[in-house]
């Protein structure tokens, strides 16, 4: 009974540590992502947004609006990066679950990182971000509020990150 028990704990614990390694659908993504980030605020990952009753979350959209409006993930408001539009925030209590994501998970970081520095506690930035969002096949919508396959992928060079064939590269 005792070796069950320790094999049981054993197979639990690499199926844990399986699933933390294989963050994303691209092992290669994933290497991209830890080079550039540098885990100053916690992550949520893709699975776990989607399972999260997002009535309950303020979800930030931390990239540019032409990125925002050609589509974003439902529910998630504009914040942008460069010149960010912190009045979003406005009556959010600095203890609501908020979610900050953009295209990959460097400006989110960013743009996270000084939400905590206003005081918001419970901040975390969206592991692959959008382009996870969209590789593990989960919705987005364009401005309308629309179901669209279209996804704004910054660039020619970081469109390489989105591999979901269903959707069409913006740029």
């Not at 540590?17 to 991209?32: C, G, H």
Request: proline share 2%.
């Amino acid at each position: 009974m005792r070796q069950l028990i320790i094999f049981c704990v054993f197979v639990l614990t690499a199926a844990s540590l399986s699933a933390q390694l294989n963050r994303t659908t691209n092992p290669k993504f994933e290497k991209k992502i830890d080079r550039l980030l540098s885990e100053t605020v916690p992550f949520v990952y893709v699975e776990e947004l989607a399972k999260k009753d997002k009535s309950e979350l303020v979800l930030l959209d931390a990239r540019e609006w032409e990125e925002y409006n050609i589509s974003h993930i439902p529910e998630a408001h504009y914040i942008g990066y460069d010149r960010p539009t912190m009045d979003v925030l406005s009556g959010v209590e600095k203890d609501k679950e908020i979610v900050v994501y953009c295209s990959i998970g460097y400006r989110s970081e960013k743009i996270a990182e000084r939400l905590k520095d206003m005081g918001y506690e419970n901040v975390t930035n969206l592991y692959g971000s959008i382009f996870e969002w969209v590789n593990q096949g989960h919705e987005i919508e364009n401005s309308n509020g629309e179901v669209t396959k279209k996804i704004h992928t910054y660039d020619k060079s970081w469109s390489r990150w989105m591999i979901n064939k269903d959707y069409e590269k913006v740029w």
